[in-house]
């Protein structure tokens, strides 16, 4: 079972960025998937991006295209996701994951506990 811990959440200006990491433990990290997902008060978790084991491919939610961008050290066994021109609608907790390489929540094995993310008006 990998264990994952996120990091770098915060409060941020709408128009702002953060930079989320994602540490992983456990397992083989270049043989998973890695996704970031979120979820807002009263609403389902849903995909942010995701990106492959090896080779780097990603694939981005409509509303992260072009602002978003995942990436993945497997070095460091780390994840990371750079977030610009935040929205305060897209205040949440963020979550990584591990798993296949899907926009699929149910694709995802293992999840880090979260990190709150607040982007003010």
């Known amino acids: 079972q990998v264990q994952l811990v996120e990091f770098g959440g915060g409060l941020v200006q709408a128009g702002g960025s953060l930079r989320l990491s994602c540490a992983a433990s456990?397992?083989?990290?270049?043989?998973?998937?890695m996704g970031w997902f979120r979820q807002a008060p009263g609403k389902e978790r849903e995909f942010v991006a995701s990106?492959?084991?090896?080779?780097?491919?990603?694939y981005y939610a409509d509303s992260a295209k072009g602002r978003f961008t995942i990436s993945r050290d497997n070095a460091k066994n780390t994840v990371y996701l750079q977030m610009n021109s935040l929205e305060p609608d897209e205040t949440a907790v963020y979550y990584c994951?591990?798993?296949?390489?899907?926009?699929?929540?149910?694709?995802?094995?293992?999840w880090g506990q979260g990190t709150q993310v607040t982007v003010s008006s």
């Open positions: 456990g397992g083989i990290f270049s043989n998973h998937a």
């Open positions: 994951a591990s798993g296949r390489y899907s926009y699929r929540t149910n694709a995802y094995d293992s």
């Open positions: 990106i492959s084991g090896i080779g780097g491919r990603t």
